[in-house]
């Protein structure tokens, strides 16, 4: 069992900037690829960026240029920097984990851009 707790979420002005950390805990041999998700209301839960083991990243294009996923692994954490933030990135971010053959998902963090 794998636990993934998201924290740094919040209200921020369009424009602004905020660090969303998951850590995770548990029951944890090794994990490869770490991600961010989001879903804004009424919408599909979307792939934000994601990190692989090896340090690779890959980005939406609504992001790219503006986000930016990193991980520790010493401390099983995952991070993602968020600048220029505009209100379309308003949503209910998620991280998750691959652990062995099971994706781990956390409960979300709130991030409301708006003025």
């Known amino acids: 069992q794998v636990q993934l707790v998201e924290s740094g979420g919040g209200l921020v002005q369009p424009g602004g900037s905020l660090r969303l950390s998951c850590a995770a805990s548990g029951s944890i041999n090794s994990i490869a690829n770490m991600a961010w998700h989001r879903q804004a209301p009424g919408k599909q839960r979307e792939l934000v960026a994601v990190?692989?083991?090896?340090?690779?990243?890959n980005y939406a294009e609504s992001v790219k240029g503006r986000f930016t996923i990193s991980r520790d692994n010493a401390k099983n954490t995952v991070y993602l920097q968020m600048n220029s933030l505009k209100p379309e990135d308003t949503a209910v971010y998620y991280c998750?984990?691959?652990?062995?053959?099971?994706?781990?998902w956390g409960r979300g963090t709130q991030v409301t851009v708006s003025s």
């Open positions: 990190i692989s083991s090896g340090g690779t990243t």
């Open positions: 998750a984990a691959a652990v062995g053959r099971v994706d781990y």
